[in-house]
């Protein structure tokens, strides 16, 4: 009986450790560097919206898990650099850049079994910080490409 508990408490922490994040990881990584960080529950997000608010969000939210909010000191640019590393050793997908004064943004994904596993939003500016936004999600690419559709965002420049 100790040995099937022993097994199976092992299997649990492996388990445990194997789910967590590739954004979590980086974190773990850069805490050193890091200016703030919140890690949040979706559901727990969710909770805040009301029923009046948009939809695709709240579709949104019941599909992720837990989303981390990062903003590190760069002021050398080697957080910048690392998380370039990040992106290709994690093999995540660039679904948009954007560029404007100075600023910029990027819209990654990481994909397993035709399922968008991690959706990551990285935006720096000229103040020698870099935010990184990390959420945990179950979508298909179907279902990403619905909720990006029915979004009413508008991107302007100056």
């Known amino acids: 009986m100790k040995r099937l508990t022993t097994i199976l408490c092992a299997f649990f922490m492996i ?20 200016a703030f960080s919140i890690n949040l529950n979706a559901s727990f997000a969710g ?8 939809e695709d969000l709240q579709i949104l939210l019941k599909k992720s898990g837990d989303f981390k909010l990062m903003v590190f000191n760069n002021e050398d640019a080697s957080v910048s650099k690392d998380f370039k590393k990040y992106l290709r050793k994690h093999k995540l ?16 994904i990481l994909e397993k079994k035709d399922r968008i596993k991690e959706i990551v939003l990285k935006a720096s500016g000229d103040d020698d910080k870099l ?20 979004s009413n965002m508008n991107i302007t420049t100056k």
């Open 15 to 34: 388990s445990a450790v194997a789910q967590e994040t590739t954004f979590k990881k980086f974190y773990k990584q850069h805490k050193d560097q890091s």
């Open 47 to 54: 909770s805040f919206l009301s029923d009046d608010d948009n």
């Open 93 to 108: 997908k660039t679904m948009a850049r954007v560029k404007s004064d100075g600023s910029k943004a990027a819209f990654y």
């Open 131 to 150: 935010v990184i936004f990390g959420l945990k999600t179950d979508l298909t690419k179907e279902e990403l490409a619905d909720i990006m559709s029915n």
